[in-house]
């Protein structure tokens, strides 16, 4: 009787406490951060084990007087907070799945890293507004063909022009392969949209060995300069998942799955190093968003979702998979 009746208000404990606020903490808080989450979960079990065994004997005594009463009132309690319990993670599950299952019409997922608003969406990146940067996945030549950069030239002839004249100078302050991997630009006629900056960043190409070690560096430069430069929001498309994800032999190599996680790893890294967080006690970077176009289906969206930390249900590990091989089979016939 004693050992059942603990059970069920530390039971009672658990689900009010621990489940939906250990839920919530893995959807609404940092990725990177649940160190500090298990610490707080195993300091909570720790105190509700100490608080029963100093009350055990005034808890007892009590139940022996009232029983018929304690029993009724453990049951409806056990069962409130259970629904409650149940309800919240129903709640941060639909926070967390963000429209995903529910329609394809959302295409967004959200989440905090550091306090960084983290954004993955389908959209078009040309057609931003409002937000400070826009990152152009360029070449060292600053040679805007096709892509988002062939769309951004034909937007912004100005800028397009302006890339043509600076080249050299950019190149002389170390823009090159095993240095600078990104320069920022500024704009023309995007300004009217409110869009300040052009971050051009230059990833590597799958055919070479060190490519997952630059196409952080190209992330981690990519983010240096536009906090050097005040910017608060950003937008990236994949890097170095089109024609330059081959090797020499036509293979795709980098992957959008493999792409994605070197993102969210570099710009993890970048918004935890210890200079950022010096030089912007109060977060600087308000919002970091990773955009895809929607004619690439859900490929690059899941991968960052997958990249994120978000599990993904068998269906959708199946959805991503397909793809991601129908996405390498079509870039591997151009």
């Not at 069920?8 to 939906?20: N, W």
């Not at 295409?107 to 940067?133: C, F, R, S």
């Not at 062939?150 to 190149?171: H, M, Q, S, T």
Request: aromatic share 10%; hydrophobic share 40%.
């Amino acid at each position: 009787m004693k050992n059942l009746l603990t059970k069920i208000l530390f039971i009672s404990l658990l689900f009010s406490t621990v489940v939906p606020s250990g839920i919530q903490a893995g959807v609404e808080a940092n990725f990177s951060n649940w160190t500090t989450l298990k610490n707080k979960t195993a300091e909570f079990f720790n105190k509700t084990a100490n608080c029963l065994t100093t009350n055990r004997e005034k808890l007892f005594n009590f139940l022996k007087k009232h029983p018929i009463a304690v029993k009724r009132a453990a049951l409806v309690t056990t069962a409130i907070l259970a629904a409650t319990a149940a309800w919240k993670y129903l709640k941060c599950r639909r926070f967390k799945e963000q429209g995903i299952i529910a329609g394809d019409e959302q295409k967004l997922l959200t989440t905090k890293i550091y306090g960084t608003t983290i954004m993955v969406k389908q959209g078009n990146i040309t057609q931003e507004k409002d937000v400070d940067a826009i990152v152009n996945a360029a070449n060292f030549d600053l040679a805007h063909g096709g892509g988002v950069a062939g769309v951004l030239r034909k937007a912004d002839p100005e800028w397009n022009k302006y890339c043509a004249e600076k080249i050299e100078n950019f190149k002389k302050d170390g823009f090159k392969d095993g240095g600078i991997r990104a320069v920022i630009t500024p704009t023309f006629e995007l300004k009217k949209r409110k869009v300040q900056y052009i971050i051009n960043a230059v990833g590597p190409e799958g055919n070479d060995p060190q490519w997952e070690a630059k196409l952080k560096k190209t992330y981690l430069d990519a983010l240096t300069v536009a906090n050097d430069h005040g910017v608060e929001s950003i937008v990236f498309p994949p890097i170095s998942t089109g024609i330059f994800a081959k090797n020499l032999e036509g293979k795709v190599i980098i992957t959008p799955s493999k792409a994605a996680k070197i993102a969210i790893s570099a710009t993890k890294k970048f918004l935890a190093t210890k200079k950022f967080l010096q030089d912007n006690p109060k977060n600087q970077f308000q919002t970091i968003e990773f955009t895809s176009i929607e004619s690439d289906g859900f490929v690059h969206f899941l991968a960052y979702r997958k990249a994120l930390g978000f599990k993904l249900s068998e269906q959708e590990q199946k959805i991503a998979q397909k793809a991601e091989k129908e996405y390498i089979a079509n870039l591997e016939q151009r």
